[in-house]
């Protein structure tokens, strides 16, 4: 069973910036794609960011030209550079991993962001 631990939220002033990261707890177990979503209170969970294998990166268009997506394969993590960060941003961010053939998916416990306006 490999595990996702995210890091790095914290309380931010608007426009300001964090960098959110997640690990794998195993480097052996290579995820097709890892990703971003976030729940703000009251909220559905909603797509943020993903990254394929491949470098190729999507956005969610609350974020798209704000934030940016990046990942070390070899040490199984990915990274969330949150600029220009809003008040709309505050919410739990989760990371999420998918692994290749059978699809199966993988979630962190949650990073609390906050953005005071």
């Known amino acids: 069973q490999v595990q996702l631990v995210e890091s790095g939220g914290q309380l931010v002033q608007a426009g300001g910036s964090l960098r959110l990261s997640c690990r794998a707890s195993?480097?052996?177990?290579?995820?097709?794609?890892m990703g971003w979503y976030r729940q703000a209170p009251g909220k559905e969970r909603e797509f943020v960011a993903i990254i394929g294998g491949g470098g190729h990166t999507r956005y969610g268009e609350s974020v798209e030209g704000r934030f940016r997506i990046s990942r070390n394969k070899l040490n199984n993590a990915v990274f969330l550079q949150m600029d220009n960060l809003t008040s709309e941003d505050t919410a739990i961010y989760y990371c999420n991993g998918r692994l290749p053939g059978s699809g199966a998916e993988h979630w962190g416990q949650g990073t609390q962001v906050t953005v005071s306006s």
């Open positions: 195993r480097t052996l177990i290579m995820f097709n794609t």
